[in-house]
Every structure is written in structure tokens, then in C-alpha cells.
């Protein structure tokens, strides 16, 4: 599961955005937000090991959670 870290003014740019895919907010969007401003975002890749899960739904949760077993 990935890990966040924001200053407060993520929540500036979470008040701008607009619904996205699924009528929801997307985080992604508020980020996007940031480095249009001008704010320095960070990332540290996944290494080629590391899988993406999607956990945004029980089902997917669950799933991911089954799997993550299998690189333990």
C-alpha cells in the first residue's frame, strides 16, 4: 500500500478539484494540483520486484491481500 506525506496545502487543492472516474475526488488530481503550482512532489519507484495492487474496493483489498502473501 503506498504512503503518503503531504503538507496541509494538499487540502487548498483537494477543495479544487472537481469529481472524477467514479464521481469521486481523486488524489491524483489534488497532486497534479501541486505541481501545476509550482510545489516539488516526490516519488520513490516501485523497485522491479514490487508489484502495483489495486486496494480501492473490498474485493480488491481482499484480493491484494491473498497476493501479497505470495511474495512474502
Known amino acids: 500500500m503506498p504512503i503518503y506525506y503531504f ?3 494538499i487540502f ?3 477543495k479544487k478539484i472537481k ?4 464521481n469521486e475526488f481523486q488524489l491524483t488530481d489534488a497532486i497534479q494540483e501541486l505541481i501545476s503550482s ?4 516526490l516519488a520513490i519507484p516501485l523497485l522491479d520486484k514490487e508489484k502495483v495492487l489495486d486496494v480501492g474496493t473490498v474485493e480488491s483489498y481482499m484480493a491484494s491481500q491473498i497476493t501479497s502473501f505470495r511474495y512474502v
Open 12 to 14: 487548498e487543492k483537494l
Open 38 to 41: 509550482g510545489e516539488k512532489v
Open 19 to 22: 469529481l472524477g472516474k467514479g
Open 7 to 9: 503538507k496541509p496545502t
